[in-house]
């Protein structure tokens, strides 16, 4: 282990993205997770967007009547 080893970035646990991060580092195989991860967090939020979504409609029915 080098002097300036604490001086590289370090990269995102396996399975978490951290946005802004350096990608230079990351191997292909690497690069094709982060974009898996991405992905599940894409659905992860429309999901959350979704369900707020239905809720909204439904506290609107009981309040528009």
Avoid: C, H, W, Y
């Avoid at 282990?1 to 802004?20: H, N, R, Y």
């Amino acid at each position: 282990m080098s002097l300036f080893d604490e001086d590289l970035p370090k990269k995102s646990p396996l399975g978490t993205v951290a946005v802004g991060e350096d990608l230079s580092r990351l191997s292909e195989t690497e690069l094709e997770e982060r974009i898996e991860a991405l992905r599940g967090e894409i659905k992860r939020t429309q999901k959350e967007l979704e369900q707020r979504g239905t809720i909204r409609d439904a506290a609107n029915s009981i309040f528009q009547k």
